[in-house]
């Protein structure tokens, strides 16, 4: 069974720091990885996804993807109070034609910003 | 651009009834998706569906039914309601693999929470 991992907190952490989401998955052919946010009571919202290793950066986020390791994190600098949320690590296996686009999801990481 | 459309939002079932989560999306997507989550959990894929008249198991298929008998449209069937089904259920969608619109996103409805007594 194909398992992605998270830490589920809560991580706590002041208002201007850096937020560090961390995630690992089972199955060494995923292809395809995704960070949503998902606030109380809402719907997941994606907010990265990373297809190759190294970093990538957009905003105050950034993804890093280590397939070697089988690691991806979300780093968020200077996080602010609505950054309060619930994050969601998802995985995507196998090619494109294959997965139909299913994804895999962690149990997600809570995160406070507090003032 | 309404995107994916759940109904209804809330819903108190009894034991042993049965219903329907309705799902409809208006991108003409070819993948659509269910999945519940419950409290403190990730989501888990119930059911999922590749075009009009393809459906496949995901990993929590027991209780559950659905159909799929247009791209719009993909009904989430529940019988003989029990406990274990209280969740909140989410219907998605996404463009077909090797369209340029596919970025491997996701499309969520606003969610449907189900309470089982």
């Known amino acids: 069974q194909k398992e992605v991992e998270q830490n589920s907190g809560p991580l706590s952490v002041p208002e201007g720091a850096i937020a560090s989401l961390n995630c690992t998955y089972s199955d060494r052919v995923s292809q395809s990885f995704f960070w949503y946010r998902q606030y109380s009571g809402k719907s997941p919202e994606l907010i990265m996804s990373?297809?190759?290793?190294g970093d990538k950066e957009d905003g105050r986020f950034t993804a890093q993807l280590n397939k070697a390791s089988q690691y991806v994190s979300l780093l968020i600098r200077d996080s602010q109070p609505s950054d309060s949320a619930t994050y969601l690590c998802a995985v995507k296996s196998g090619a494109g034609g294959t997965s139909y686009g299913k994804l895999t999801f962690g149990q997600g990481t809570i995160l406070t910003v507090h003032p | 651009n309404a995107g994916v459309t759940q109904t209804p939002k809330f819903r108190i079932l009894k034991i042993g009834q049965s219903m329907t989560l309705q799902c409809a999306q208006d991108?003409?997507?070819?993948?659509m998706y269910w999945y519940r989550q419950d409290p403190g959990m990730g989501l888990k894929l119930i059911y999922y569906?590749?075009?009009?008249?393809?459906?496949d198991k995901g990993e929590v298929p027991n209780g559950y039914n659905v159909s799929r008998s247009t791209t719009e449209y993909f009904p989430l069937r529940l019988e003989l309601a029990a406990p274990s089904q209280t969740s909140v259920y989410f219907c998605?969608?996404?463009?077909?693999?090797?369209?340029?619109?596919?970025?491997?996103?996701?499309?969520f409805g606003e969610g449907s929470r189900l309470t089982v007594l």
């Open positions: 991108m003409n997507h070819n993948y």
């Open positions: 990373i297809y190759s290793n």
């Open positions: 569906s590749v075009g009009a008249g393809i459906t």
């Open positions: 998605a969608s996404s463009p077909q693999a090797g369209k340029s619109t596919n970025t491997g996103e996701l499309f």
